[in-house]
């Protein structure tokens, strides 16, 4: 009986893990603990689960399921002040398998340097090195793109399957798409002729260039591979692995010398005894507020952990509302502070995205635009089920990551690197909360580290500046700031169950951000005007020829960029996987400070933002933790660290709530 439809049957086992969030990274964590038969695990999600729903499993209908409340979070930004005040749509899926059941399923590694500044930044064990074997045991990598072509391969910038770090064995299904549109090759041909090379190896570690990616889409069936298909439904007959769904965690209960106000930052930690939620849709009350539900509890072994795994966004809330975090922040919204951990919710990161589209030359051409012609979406859905191919089977793969160097001349990197004063943003404490800052100067000069990306989509996408021509063929160009400098912040708005937690991304609060953003979007411009993709271009739509003129101020191209500008819905870094004295909420295996058993597993514990897309470390990050156990992986740190541990324990037990370390 894994999947419980009531709260009475899913409260009545007390479990030896709780994961809070059956999304992509929570998912991984708790099939993997399950395969231990001798213990119970419980999920609590807050969506439903969509079993076989085609607007999940087509790829091609990625997007329908973006605003559905069924689906999305639909969180909003706070008025964005470097925006002109506009509010951004913030995605994120609420459903079984999280945002792995929404997203648009394109599957990148970081470089070796993204995972090296996890251990420059305090933590042990995080390396490139260290992830590889996780990395391989989540993904099921295809053949070679085309065995025996090398052309077709060269062409398309494809992996090669025999460079010995992938694997074809792990969990989730992944595949080359087998449509990619008419611009698709050119877009790499323009690349290659402005000196960007092609990298068909960039999943090994060094990945600038230009690359066609494997996509979580299953080559056999053509169907979305996610979390709850990848993870879950294998799982799912497991007498110890249970689920709830419909179910809104509200806080967590812990127990522990922290418990009155008083003890607020003493000696012992504090320790989780039970996951309360909500069960059911929020009632609505009289003036459309959603009003409290009847609270359960589920409760957790005095061994046992709780593993949150909400996401960027709510896994910060759900400790706040725990009585986690900033004490100041807490007490003004009425929460009794617990554990004094001011570093919950600040320094989130995301990677902004500025949309460019062109119209095409050859209105025959065809393009993703079409699918808006009801009578062709139904043709080529027709052609999608009979033969798994076609635009229904694919979404966009091809992929640039540049240098700055590529972009900026020597004067204005040196320019951007000057502005960035690690003391300063820093809010002048510098030493390990300045590292960040300083590890992302060295990355603005380094000519083998990727700052922007382009993406190359075969559809209008610009739709924040006007609708496309109703018979128009176009090409966009998405351009994505890697390492923003701008931070922000995430946080409960109330202690009331169910509000919506108050999002600040703060884009482009640092100036450096917009000409970053500028340049790329400068050369983004030189590509679609660059042969052969430039042959195929009539007219760039938006920005306007007026707002690319490179004869006119920046300042058409700058407002053009804060009108479009919108979340590339990658948010990290709020529960900060940090030493505590740099605005850490977890140590480096993962536990939240000041507690002796709830880790957080998801996107928020990276301390700095990745030039990839983040999935692939997600499912990799969710192996981590789960191989073998987290007492494993406890064990095997302890290992490393038996210096003065005995010591330490001691230190703890006086006083600790926790029996356990
Ligand atoms: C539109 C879109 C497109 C994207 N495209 C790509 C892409 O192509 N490639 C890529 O690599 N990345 C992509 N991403 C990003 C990537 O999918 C996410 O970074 C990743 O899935 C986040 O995983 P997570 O485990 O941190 O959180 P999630 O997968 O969001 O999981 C969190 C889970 O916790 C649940 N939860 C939250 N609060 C509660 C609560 N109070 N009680 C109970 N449950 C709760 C949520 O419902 C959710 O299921 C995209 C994201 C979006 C939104």
Redesign the pocket.
Known sequence: MPHHSNPESFTQLTYDYIV???????LVVAARLAEDPSVQVGI????PYHKDDPRVTIPGYFGKT?GDPSFD?MFESTPQTHLDNRILPL??????????T???????RASKADYAALVELGNKGWSWEDWLPYFLRSESMPEAYVKGSREEKEDLAAYDANEGVHSSEGRVKLGYVPWFGDTHRPFFRALEGLGVPSNPSSGSGANTGNFTLVTSIDPKSATRSN?TSAYYEPSSQSSNLHLITG????RILLDGPERSEGNVGGKGEARAVGVE?EFGDAKKGEEGERKEGKKWVVGVKRDGEVVL????Y?SPV?LEQSGIGSPSLLKSLGITPLVDLPGVGENLQDHPLVPMSYELKDSKTITGDLLRDPAFAAKELEYYQKTRKGQYASIHSAFSLLPLQHLMRPPQISAVARSIDPVKLSGGKGGGKGKRYEIQRRWIEDPHHANIELMHVPEYCTFGAGPPKKDGRYVSILVVLMHALSKGSVHASSSKSRSKPIINPAFLSHPSDLTMLTHGLRFAHRVAQSSPLGDLISTPSHPTSQELDPHSSSKGLEGYIKKLVESG??PIGSCSMLPRKDGGVVDERLKVYGTCNIRVV???ILPIHFSA????T?YALGEKVGQGGIRGVAEEDDEVQKEGLEEKIDEHRQGSACGRM
């Open positions: 809070i969030g059956g999304g992509s990274t929570g609590i999600e807050a969506g973006l979070w995605a994120r899926g609420r459903t079984l398998g999280g945002t792995s929404i997203n648009s399923m394109t599957w990148a979390a179910a809104h965690v509200t939620f795994s909400g996401g960027s709510m759900i819905h990658h998801d996107a928020s897309h983040p999935q692939a997600l």
